[in-house]
């Protein structure tokens, strides 16, 4: 990331809260205004959600360098927040004139692809290969401005990997946890042995890590579900139920507990795409202990990204592609990579000095330009996502979280999962 630590919560703005940087003296919410203002002022409105490194400084460069312009953000606290503004208001009213869409549900978001503004060709080519796929639709319209990707490592507490007699320098952690799930499980079972805590923050995102090395976990191109039917996903959820929770402080991720235990050592170590930093760092800014090992369990995986889109009937769509375009561009995904370590989905931003050489000092000086550079280079799988992708995997969480929480054990709680799946 960078030699500047990042030291805001990603998750502590609640849902689409008028903290929402409101700029340069313009006032409202999340919906569109009149394109005409005084002067010919223009108001934009952009919503995203945790933190895409979008902050009032680098908003006001684009406003300075466009004086028609003003930006409203709003932020919603999570996903799901956004996710569901989204799909109530799309091709309706009430959106913003930028709207950000998470990599999980895009492929839902694709099925409305008509209702969506496509990117100029001047951007097309811009993002790595894989990422512009996922937003070109069957007529070849491209409608997603790609912003972060999320190779992972393992980001861990030395200090309480020391105490509990476990290797703790970065290099000594990425060997030990140079192997399959078991093998990371394996150093898990040690520190809770050790110290009769968990090691990891959350089953839940273990569950995630392993989902997102499968290639088709929940369904096919040709429409087959195989959520219920996947050898892959099937050993996935018992082997997060049966060495995953015992190991896990939490079932999910982002109640404010799990915020709070990031400073309290409830938890030593968790998954760890880049954009996680900001969340750590600005969860726990006077722990000291904290580094990451360059590596991850099975190889490589990609956890996370978004893009952002332009609703087709929004009242500013010219200017809303403009700034889309401004935002994803490979000078601001090196920005906002030094703001909150969303590593740029942008090709040439990937190769830019300030992200090759960067460091982030809350990580004890981490390479994090080169550890996650090294991380995308090990990503061999892109899972395939459906429309029903988001539905099929919260589906599947919840039922960790029934076996987490003791409501029900594992094979009934997958019982349960397949009968949802059915009834879907």
Not at 108 to 129: F, I
Request: with cysteine.
């Amino acid at each position: 990331m960078n030699a500047r630590a990042f030291r805001r919560s990603a998750v502590a703005i609640a849902a689409f809260s008028a903290s929402a940087i409101v700029l340069a003296g313009c006032a409202g919410g999340g919906d569109n205004n009149d394109a005409g203002g005084e002067d010919g002022e223009i108001t934009l409105t952009l919503a995203t959600f945790n933190d895409f490194g979008y902050d009032d400084e680098l908003l006001q460069e684009y406003m300075d360098e466009n004086p028609n312009i003003k930006i409203v953000h709003n932020k919603a606290a999570i996903t799901d927040d956004a996710r569901a503004n989204f799909f109530s208001k799309l091709g309706k009213e009430g959106l913003a004139d930028i709207e950000a869409v998470e990599v999980d549900w895009f492929a839902e978001a694709m099925q409305y692809s008509d209702l969506l503004a496509e990117v100029p060709d001047s951007a097309k080519g811009r993002w790595v290969e894989w990422k512009e796929e996922a937003a070109t639709d069957a007529d070849g319209r491209l409608v997603g401005f790609g912003t972060d990707i999320g190779p992972q490592a393992v980001c861990y507490r030395a200090d309480l990997f020391s105490a509990a007699g476990l290797p703790s320098t970065p290099e000594d952690v990425a060997a030990a946890i140079d192997g399959d799930w078991d093998t990371f499980f394996d150093l898990a079972d040690q520190y809770r042995t050790a110290t009769g805590k968990p090691m990891i923050d959350s089953a839940n995102s273990t569950f995630q890590g392993i989902v997102n090395q499968i290639e088709f976990p929940y369904d096919e191109p040709d429409g087959t579900v195989v959520a219920t039917t996947n050898p892959e996903i099937e050993a996935a959820y018992n082997l997060v139920v049966e060495r995953g929770i015992p190991n896990s402080a939490y079932s999910g991720q982002w109640s404010d507990d799990w915020n709070a235990s990031m400073a309290n050592g409830e938890f030593a170590a968790m998954l760890c795409p880049p954009w996680m930093l900001g969340i750590i760092s600005g969860n726990a800014p006077e722990v000291t202990g904290w580094e990451i090992a360059n590596a991850f369990p099975n190889g490589g995986g990609n956890w996370g990204g978004s893009y952002l889109t332009v609703p087709a009937n929004g009242k500013n769509v010219d200017e809303a592609l403009k700034l889309a375009d401004w935002l994803t561009a490979p000078e601001q995904q090196e920005k906002t990579f030094v703001n909150v370590g969303a590593f740029p989905s942008a090709v040439d931003a990937q190769s830019a000095p300030s992200i090759v050489d960067a460091t982030n000092e809350f990580f004890n000086n981490a390479p994090t330009g080169q550890i996650f550079a090294e991380r995308s280079e090990a990503i061999e799988v892109t899972p395939f996502k459906s429309a029903d992708y988001f539905k099929y995997n919260t589906a599947l969480q919840d039922a960790i979280t029934r076996v987490f929480d003791g409501v029900e054990d594992a094979e009934t709680s997958w019982n349960t999962f397949v009968a949802e799946v059915e009834a879907f």
